[in-house]
């Protein structure tokens, strides 16, 4: 709502068909759709420093955790909900 520029709403994990087409074709263009979006020309991974904050909105981004090395690093990680409008599309 803030640029008023359209975004689809869309996750591996959950979405499971689209209105009108059967589960195959939903899949398939589920793919298509995240192998666009995971483009290297799309994608941003962070290199952590100390310190550092990233802030990023739900709404309009594909997000995911990377692996770490849990034994021998610490992070301290914590998640803020900022209220707002939900996705429309």
Same mark, same amino acid.
């Given at each position: 709502?803030?640029? %008023?520029?359209?975004?689809?709403? @869309?996750? +591996? =994990? /959950?979405? !499971?068909? /689209?209105? *009108?087409? &059967?589960?195959? +074709? ?6 298509? @759709? $995240? ?7 799309? =994608?941003?991974? #962070?290199?952590?420093?100390? *310190?550092? $904050?990233?802030?990023?909105? &739900? !709404?309009?981004?594909? #997000?995911?955790? $990377?692996? /770490?090395?849990? +034994? &021998?690093?610490?992070? !301290? $990680?914590?998640?803020?909900?900022? !209220? %707002? +409008?939900?996705?429309? @599309?």
């Amino acid at each position: 709502p803030e640029t %008023g520029r359209k975004s689809l709403f @869309l996750s +591996e =994990v /959950f979405t !499971r068909t /689209f209105e *009108g087409e &059967n589960e195959e +074709e939903s899949q398939t263009l589920i793919s298509e @759709l $995240m192998a666009f979006a995971e483009r290297p020309e799309f =994608v941003y991974v #962070h290199q952590w420093t100390p *310190g550092d $904050m990233l802030i990023w909105d &739900n !709404r309009s981004a594909v #997000h995911k955790a $990377m692996p /770490f090395d849990e +034994e &021998n690093a610490r992070r !301290r $990680m914590h998640r803020t909900t900022i !209220r %707002g +409008e939900r996705p429309f @599309l």
